[in-house]
Each structure stands twice: as C-alpha cells, then as structure tokens.
C-alpha cells in the first residue's frame, strides 16, 4: 500500500509542473494578472508533504520516462497551454481516486482543483478566441 505514495508525488509533480508552465505563460507573455494568480493559488492548493512521497520515489525504474514523439514537439503556445492543463487535469484525477485510500478530504481537495482547472480550460480557451478575431 506505501506504493500509492509513488503515485502521489509523481501527479503531484505533474500537476504543479502543468499549472507552473501555463502560469508562466500568462504572466510572463500575456501579462495576464489576474489568471497568472489563479494559477498560481491552484498550484499552492496542490501542496501535500509527507515523507513517503521521496523515499517511495524511483525515477530509474519508471518504465515510461522517455518521451513519446507527440510530446517531443509543439507549433504553438495554445499548444503548450493545452497539453499542460490536459496534463494538470489527468493528474489531478488521479491523486483525486488515489488520495481515497488515504484522505478523503484530500480526494476532495483535488476534485475541487480539478473542476477549476476544466473553467480555465475554457476561459483560455475563449481567449484563444478573441485574440485571434483580432
């Protein structure tokens, strides 16, 4: 069972490190305060520590490290932000169902991440939108 805590640092990496990327983006070429905060409350919501999550780590025997070519490449910063908040999401999801084995209210607090994430989905989306009617 301490084997779930491998899990749960390797989403909870992935999730920060999605929300990270599109956070970045916003701030720092789209000078998007007010989204760029958003994110970066989220990413700050999705803190758990715990000692397990380092001594479960092991980089060396993940059996999926390596990139698949779709993730090798990408032609546009839309692209970089939707494959980091489809990437925030799907982990989100799953430290959701794994945290149900340990805390539910932790489950819960990850579910609540997740929703937030599928509105900024569709608030970049809709900015998407506008910038290119422009």
């Known amino acids: 069972m301490n084997e779930i805590f ?6 909870l990496n992935r999730l920060k490190e999605g929300i990270r990327v599109v956070e970045d983006i916003e701030r720092y070429i789209f000078n998007n305060q007010p989204l760029s905060l958003r994110l970066k409350q989220l990413r700050h919501q999705a803190t758990y ?10 980089i060396k025997k993940d ?9 090798k490449k990408r032609a546009t910063l839309e692209e970089i932000m939707s494959a980091n908040i489809k990437r925030s999401q799907e982990a989100s999801r799953v430290l959701e169902e794994a945290f149900k084995l340990i805390d539910s209210s932790w489950s819960e607090r990850f579910k609540k991440i997740r929703y937030e994430l599928y509105d900024i989905e569709k608030e970049l989306s809709l900015q998407k939108t506008l910038h290119h009617s422009d």
């Open 63 to 71: 059996v999926l490290k390596e990139s698949i070519e779709s993730e």
């Open 49 to 58: 520590s715990n000692k397990k999550l380092l001594k479960y780590r092991d």
């Open 6 to 11: 491998r899990l749960i640092d390797a989403n």
